[in-house]
């Protein structure tokens, strides 16, 4: 029976892409590779990939397109890699329901360390299926789920799993950097605005406080940002 973790490497550079299979196929994972959108999101469905490495600018369809497709009917890793390194990229990528991202040119012995974290970031949630509930919202982790006012919440894996750390730790103040470092595995080298804008898309999918009186998300001015239960 073959154990091998799959991953799933999507770039057009040919190039970038044999390098990074080969540092994988040594670390004993099995790898294939898509040199376009299409090309990746068919092979999402025929490989079943347990981690992508998914590059943003891409022919036919861009990294972007893809990840969002992917999230309609999977929560499979994703980390995105851009040459860009805007804010903007990396911010609009997280929001998709990207698991990371990597600024071009990289080590690729780093993306490998990488990979092997968001691997075992995802093991580590799915053999731990939990649930918080709260007054008219539950978050359940064992099938990546938000539930508020008996409504379907749509969330990207990053803001739900925020939203689950901050509420399974009611009025426990943390800083960004230690949101950071919680739910992404590492510091992102001071890029705080991460944190900063799933806070603000958790904000608008859950209504105002008026309409969940007895919990809110808090800002602690100067500091972070609290899950506070009345």
């Given at each position: 029976m073959n154990t091998k973790q799959r991953?799933?490497?999507?770039?057009d550079d040919s190039n970038i892409?044999?390098?990074?299979?080969?540092?994988?196929?040594?670390?004993?994972?099995e790898t294939q590779i898509a040199s376009d959108g299409k090309e990746a999101l068919k092979m999402v469905g025929s490989f079943s990939p347990d981690l992508i490495i998914l590059d943003i600018m891409m022919p036919e369809m861009d990294g972007y397109e893809v990840?969002?497709?992917?999230?309609?009917?999977?929560?499979?890793?994703?980390?995105?890699l851009t040459a860009k390194g805007e804010t903007?990229?990396?911010v609009l990528g997280?929001?998709?329901?990207?698991?990371?991202?990597?600024v071009k040119p990289f080590d690729t012995k780093?993306?490998?360390?990488?990979?092997k974290a968001v691997l075992r970031r995802q093991g580590t949630t799915e053999n731990n299926s939990r649930k918080v509930s709260y007054d008219q919202l539950t978050i359940n982790m064992s099938n990546y789920s938000v539930s508020y006012m008996d409504r379907n919440i749509e969330m990207p894996p990053k803001e739900l799993e925020l939203l689950f750390y901050l509420a399974t730790h009611p009025n426990q103040v943390f800083t960004r950097e230690q949101l950071l470092n919680q739910i992404w595995g590492y510091e992102y080298y001071g890029d705080t605005r991460t944190v900063d804008v799933h806070i603000k898309r958790i904000r608008e999918k859950l209504?105002?406080?008026?309409?969940?009186?007895?919990?809110?998300?808090?800002t602690?001015?100067?500091?972070?940002?609290?899950f506070e239960s009345k």
């Amino acid at each position: 029976m073959n154990t091998k973790q799959r991953i799933l490497i999507a770039d057009d550079d040919s190039n970038i892409a044999e390098l990074i299979s080969l540092y994988l196929t040594k670390e004993g994972y099995e790898t294939q590779i898509a040199s376009d959108g299409k090309e990746a999101l068919k092979m999402v469905g025929s490989f079943s990939p347990d981690l992508i490495i998914l590059d943003i600018m891409m022919p036919e369809m861009d990294g972007y397109e893809v990840c969002r497709e992917v999230r309609k009917n999977s929560m499979t890793p994703i980390i995105m890699l851009t040459a860009k390194g805007e804010t903007f990229d990396k911010v609009l990528g997280l929001e998709l329901g990207a698991d990371d991202y990597m600024v071009k040119p990289f080590d690729t012995k780093e993306l490998v360390a990488r990979v092997k974290a968001v691997l075992r970031r995802q093991g580590t949630t799915e053999n731990n299926s939990r649930k918080v509930s709260y007054d008219q919202l539950t978050i359940n982790m064992s099938n990546y789920s938000v539930s508020y006012m008996d409504r379907n919440i749509e969330m990207p894996p990053k803001e739900l799993e925020l939203l689950f750390y901050l509420a399974t730790h009611p009025n426990q103040v943390f800083t960004r950097e230690q949101l950071l470092n919680q739910i992404w595995g590492y510091e992102y080298y001071g890029d705080t605005r991460t944190v900063d804008v799933h806070i603000k898309r958790i904000r608008e999918k859950l209504g105002s406080d008026e309409d969940h009186p007895n919990w809110s998300i808090k800002t602690v001015w100067g500091v972070g940002y609290k899950f506070e239960s009345k």
